[in-house]
C-alpha cells in the first residue's frame, strides 16, 4: 500500500490524506506510518477522522504501552479528574463545563514542553484528536528539537552531551495550576526525574535536545544562574521560527507527536469558544 504525505515545513511534520485510522490497519500498514512519522522528525497530521475511542486507543495501543491502561502507570494525580470516566487511557483537553464538572482540563499545556517528561519513563507518542475546536485560536506550535540539536556548533553539541537536567512536575504545578487543585502526592517526588540534555531517538537515531521550559528545573551540578543562563539559551534556540510548525485545529484532526524530538506549546487565546479533545499518551523507555 502507497501512503502519500505531504511536508508540513522544510525540516520537520508531515500530513497524510485519505487515510482512515479507523480502519483495522495491518502491521505493514501501521509500519510504514510510523516509518513517515518518524522520518518526519515525529509530527504526524490526519484530517477528517472519525475515531470512536476504542479506535482511538486501539490504534495509540500500536505504538506501546498506554499511560492509564490496566497494569501501566498513570498520568499524575493532579489531572485525574480530567480522565475519562470509562476509559483511563483517554485524558480530556476542554473549557467546556457540564452539570458544574469540567469536561477536561482547561488551558493545559500553555507552555513548551515534552508531555510527562517528569517521570523516569515519559511520554513517547501523544495522539490527540480534535472533537471540537474553535474556528479560530488554540493553535498548538510544535518545535523540532532534534533539528534544533543538529543546528549547534560541534564545540556546542559536545559541551551538552555529558549534561544532564532534572524535570520535575512542580515547575508547572507552581505556575500553571492552581493549589487547591494540585494533589499533594503529585509533589513527593513520583514526579521527578534526572534525564540526558541531549538523548537519541531509538526510531530515528537522530539525537535531540531533551530540556523545556514547562517542566525542567535545572541542570544538574550547576549552580542557579549557570543553570537558568544555559537552559534559556537552549530554549530561546529550539523556539526559534525555523523549528517550529504552528497546526491550526480543525475537527476531526488527529495529530501525533513524538515527545522524544519534539517539543509543544498549547495556545489559549480562544476565550469561551468550546474546544473539546482527546489524547491517549504513549510510555517511552527511558531517555538515552
Ligand atoms: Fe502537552
Redesign the pocket.
Known amino acids: 500500500m502507497i501512503i502519500a504525505a505531504e511536508q508540513l515545513s522544510p525540516i520537520f511534520g508531515a500530513k497524510i490524506s485519505g487515510f482512515d485510522l479507523a480502519d483495522d490497519l495491518t502491521d505493514e500498514t501501521f509500519e510504514a506510518i510510523r516509518q513517515i512519522w518518524s522520518k518526519a522528525g515525529g509530527l504526524l497530521v490526519f484530517h477528517g477522522q472519525k475515531l470512536d475511542i476504542e479506535a482511538h486507543i486501539a490504534f495509540s495501543r500500536r505504538f506501546g504501552p498506554l499511560f492509564g491502561e490496566p497494569g501501566e502507570a498513570s498520568l499524575q494525580e493532579t489531572v485525574s479528574r480530567y480522565i475519562h470516566p470509562e476509559h483511563p487511557e483517554i485524558y480530556r483537553v476542554s473549557n467546556i463545563v457540564e452539570n458544574g464538572q469540567p469536561k477536561g482540563r482547561k488551558g493545559?499545556?500553555t507552555y513548551w514542553?515534552?508531555?510527562v517528561s517528569f517521570r523516569e519513563t515519559p511520554a513517547q507518542a501523544?495522539i490527540l484528536y480534535a472533537h471540537e475546536v474553535p474556528e479560530v485560536g488554540g493553535d498548538t506550535l510544535f518545535a523540532d528539537m532534534s533539528g534544533a540539536y543538529e543546528a549547534l556548533s560541534e564545540a556546542f553539541k559536545a559541551l551538552l552531551t555529558p549534561l544532564y537536567a532534572w524535570h520535575d512536575f512542580e515547575v508547572a504545578a507552581r505556575r500553571q495550576y492552581a493549589r487547591p487543585a494540585v494533589i499533594e502526592a503529585d509533589m513527593d517526588g513520583a514526579n521527578r526525574a534526572r534525564h540526558p540534555v541531549v538523548r537519541t531517538n531509538p526510531q530515528s537515531e537522530r539525537k535531540s535536545l531533551f530540556v523545556n521550559p514547562g517542566f525542567t528545573s535545572h541542570l544538574y551540578g550547576f549552580n542557579a544562574d549557570e543553570s537558568a543562563t544555559l537552559l534559556g539559551q537552549l530554549y530561546g534556540h529550539a523556539a526559534r521560527p525555523e523549528f517550529s510548525h504552528r497546526h491550526r485545529w480543525r475537527p476531526g484532526d488527529v495529530v501525533i507527536w513524538d515527545n522524544r524530538s519534539v517539543m509543544?506549546y498549547?495556545v489559549c487565546d480562544y476565550g469561551e469558544a468550546p474546544r473539546y479533545l482527546e489524547?491517549t499518551t504513549v510510555i517511552s523507555d527511558r531517555p538515552l
Open positions: 493545559a499545556g514542553h515534552s508531555d501523544s509543544h498549547a489524547r
